[in-house]
């Protein structure tokens, strides 16, 4: 059984229990998507995050890639080749892509020159 929720002023659907994760173009189901670009990431934003983060790892930073595709086949092969440019090791954990080491800078330039929309995120 489905709920949906209308904002009462506008009439547009605010919150729906059907149809599971929508393409951020065409607001439909990610299975009827109709949008021409589908280089895209279809994880929900339209950029792939690449951040630094340090938390609970003793002070050891790592670069962690979010917001991609959720082809886990796809995120290894990008994650072999990202590890290979920078020179450092790396792992895939519940789709998100994480290297060694501060390589933001390495990373952005990679997924640019792949047809990625990437951004800088956190500090």
Known sequence: MARDRAEPSRGRLV???DGGRQCPG????????????????RS???FVLVSRETKGRKGAGVTTISGLPPSDQDLGKLAKRLKARCGVGGTVKAGVIEL???????VIKVLDAEGYKSKRSGG
């Open 15 to 17: 919150y729906s229990t």
């Open 44 to 46: 929900g934003s339209e």
């Open 100 to 106: 060694q080491g501060d390589q933001r800078d390495s």
């Open 26 to 41: 065409c607001r439909r189901s990610e299975a009827e998507c109709v949008c021409k670009d589908r280089a895209r990431p």
